[in-house]
Every structure is written in structure tokens, then in C-alpha cells.
């Protein structure tokens, strides 16, 4: 069974400091993961993505990402964050099979405050 | 514009009755999925296609049904046996395996079901 773990309900960050929102995973076989972003009543939008190769994955909007397979973690970073980044994030693993299943953690409020 | 589109955006149903969620999508994706999220709570899986005529039950399947008769829609009914079916729904589609650079999700915008 694979599975994904939010360790935060809530991140707070002031504005133009660096963001972590964290990830970690279990899964068997190889990973792939994702980053996806939900703002208030809407659908998620995908972010960024780690099937294979380099590390550190860089996706929309200035977001990038770390696989580290040692820690099974897939930790989300901004280097300046914004007001604007304030929403709801998720974190998915999928399992390689065709179409397969996604699971996605409980979410990550992340609170940018000016 | 390619997407997915979900109707209604909001919906009211009395105990007791069937109510079927619309998602369509535009983007030639053969894997389409439902989901069910609540307060505070993250996304849980409900039903998903991988092809044409093809679906499985997710992790919470009783109490809804789906169909697959055309590769761009993804019908959800949410039935009397639903205990508690108010929740907000989320439609979203994918690329095969066969695009490995397509792995990622697309979501629709969202039914919000409320059972008076």
C-alpha cells in the first residue's frame, strides 16, 4: 500500500522569507510524486512532478521541490515567498502501473502574511 | 480551451434522492477519476477508469455508482445509500502510462453537494 504523510496542517511564513512545505512517502517500487496547489472553492492545479532523474524538480510559479530517497521526502520550497502563494497544498504519490492510483496527503495550509 | 468542466458548481439534494455529477473533459485523456473532499480533509478516492467501459471502485466507493461509455465522460451518482454525501466533489483526468511525460492530474472545478 502506498502512502503520503503532511506533517503540518499549517505553515506561516512572512512574505519574501523561504517557504518549506513538507512531504514524505511510502510506496513500493519507484515513486513518482507530485505538488499540487487548491485555492478556496476551486479545483487543485498541478505544480511540479519527480518521475526520475535530477533531484531537485522545478515547477510553476517559482515553487521547486527535493526527492531524497534516503528520507522517502519530497519537501515543496520557494525561495521568496508571496501573499499570494497563500492556499491549500497537496502532496501525491502515484504507483507505476498504467493510470494508476494517486494518493494524496491531508493538505498543507500555507499562510504567506505581509 | 482544453479541460475539464464539472456541472453543476453547486447542488441541493433532498434525502433520499439519486443526484448525478457531470465531468466532461477535452483533453483525449484515456484515465478519468472521482474524488471526495471534506473539511480539513484531504482527497479520497471514489471511483477511477482507466479506459473506455472500464472502471474500479477507489477507497470509497458504497453508496456511488459511475459509468464509462465515452472516453470524455466520467458520470458520478450519488445515491440514497450515501450516508452523508454532503462533501465537495472533484472530477480529474490523465494521460495513459504510455505518455510517460503526462503523469499529473488535471482537475475539474469542482460540484459542491449539499443534502438538505
Known amino acids: 500500500a502506498q502512502s503520503v504523510a503532511q506533517p503540518e496542517d499549517q505553515v506561516n511564513v512572512a512574505e519574501g522569507n523561504p517557504l518549506t512545505v513538507k512531504c514524505t512517502y511510502s510506496?513500493?517500487?519507484?515513486?513518482?510524486l507530485f505538488w499540487y496547489v487548491q485555492y478556496p472553492n476551486r479545483g487543485l492545479q498541478f505544480l511540479l512532478k519527480?518521475?526520475?532523474?535530477?533531484?531537485l524538480v522545478k515547477g510553476s510559479y517559482g515553487f521547486e521541490a527535493e526527492f531524497n530517497k534516503s528520507q522517502t521526502s519530497f519537501h515543496l520550497k520557494k525561495p521568496s515567498a508571496l501573499v499570494s502563494d497563500s492556499a491549500l497544498y497537496f502532496c501525491?504519490?502515484?504507483?507505476?502501473?498504467?493510470?494508476?492510483?494517486?494518493?494524496f496527503g491531508d493538505g498543507t495550509t500555507l499562510t504567506v502574511k505581509p | 480551451d482544453g479541460g475539464i468542466t464539472q456541472s453543476p458548481k453547486y447542488l441541493f439534494r433532498k434525502e433520499g434522492q439519486n443526484v448525478t455529477l457531470s465531468c466532461e473533459q477535452n483533453?483525449?485523456?484515456?484515465?478519468m477519476y472521482w474524488y471526495r473532499q471534506d473539511p480539513g480533509q484531504g482527497l479520497r478516492l471514489i471511483y477511477y477508469s482507466q479506459i473506455v467501459n472500464d472502471f474500479q471502485k477507489g477507497d470509497i466507493a458504497e453508496g456511488y455508482s459511475v459509468s464509462r461509455e465515452k472516453k470524455e465522460s466520467f458520470p458520478l451518482t450519488v445515491t440514497s445509500a450515501q450516508k452523508n454525501p454532503t462533501a465537495f466533489y472533484l472530477c480529474?483526468?490523465?494521460?495513459?502510462?504510455?505518455?510517460?511525460?503526462?503523469?499529473?492530474?488535471?482537475f475539474g472545478p469542482g460540484t459542491r453537494l449539499t443534502v438538505l
Open positions: 510506496v513500493s517500487g519507484n515513486p513518482y
Open positions: 519527480y518521475i526520475t532523474g535530477d533531484n
Open positions: 480529474a483526468s490523465s494521460a495513459s502510462w504510455g505518455l510517460a511525460g503526462s503523469l499529473e492530474q488535471f
Open positions: 501525491a504519490v502515484r504507483d507505476n502501473t498504467n493510470a494508476g492510483k494517486s494518493t
Open positions: 483533453l483525449n485523456h484515456d484515465a
